[in-house]
């Protein structure tokens, strides 16, 4: 009944067997077997920080296909540099969230990875004009009106903190930050040339008179007591003289 080569060769009923088992396994997990034969659609680096959510969003290919094409589990770890296969599996629905950027073109709509947000650059620091020596009551206004620079420029460039007490004898550095529009009032005496011009009323000969611009302590005149008129008091009057009546005859 049976060929002989199949009767009595064990090897060729061993390589029969192994066929029916393979061919049994393609009719039962058909599905699977295509899926593992499908070739992918391209070939992913990994970046620092991607998923397999993030890349799936940009492809629009399912995540948990992804890591099935590579032998992973969807919780797996990506390690930076790693390539991964991208499976042919669309992902319809696919929820908002990171998106990876893209390294190639995919047949199927995924999302669009946004452009990376432009950091603000640090402020740069001003070029220092010069230095100040702080003379008793200054101010940083004062100081700022007689070389034009900003008061709170002064502050920022000194690293002073509100009230901007400022103590006698300490140095502060002058940045180049020029104030445009300077309100009247206390000027002190620069120290150096600034090359902001200032209008010609804000110097400091022309609020002060004494060199650290102090208004000074003492009385410029000595009050007097005003003078009230004394009034002059009116003459009497002297009663006219009486008559004397002369005697009847």
């Not at 009032?185 to 110097?203: M, N, R």
């Not at 611009?213 to 007591?225: I, V």
């Amino acid at each position: 009944m049976f060929p002989s080569s199949l009767k009595f060769n064990p090897k060729a009923m061993s390589l029969g067997a192994l066929v029916a088992v393979i061919s049994l396994m393609a009719v039962v997990g058909g599905g699977r077997a295509v899926a593992q034969s499908t070739s992918p659609i391209g070939q992913h680096v990994v970046q620092n920080g991607e998923t397999f959510y993030c890349i799936g969003r940009v492809y629009g290919v399912i995540p948990g296909a992804i890591a099935g094409a590579n032998g992973l589990g969807l919780s797996a770890l990506l390690t930076p540099g790693q390539v991964l296969n991208i499976p042919a599996e669309q992902w319809l629905n696919i929820p908002s969230g990171p998106v990876c950027a893209a390294q190639f073109v995919s047949p199927f709509p995924g999302l669009s990875a946004k452009p990376p947000v432009a950091s603000t650059p640090a402020p740069t620091t001003a070029a220092i004009l010069g230095e100040h020596i702080i003379q008793r009551g200054e101010t940083l206004f004062c100081i700022g009106r007689a070389y034009g620079v900003l008061p709170s420029a002064i502050g920022q460039a000194n690293k002073l903190v509100r009230p901007f007490r400022l103590s006698p004898g300490k140095a502060l550095d002058i940045p180049a930050v020029r104030w445009l529009v300077i309100p009247r009032g206390p000027v002190c005496k620069a120290q150096f040339l600034s090359p902001f011009t200032t209008e010609p009323t804000l110097t400091a000969t022309n609020i002060f008179s004494n060199p650290v611009n102090l208004p000074s302590d003492t009385p410029t005149s000595t009050p007097t007591e005003p003078r009230v008129p004394s009034k002059t008091p009116n003459p009497t009057r002297t009663p006219p003289p009486t008559k004397t009546p002369s005697p009847i005859p």
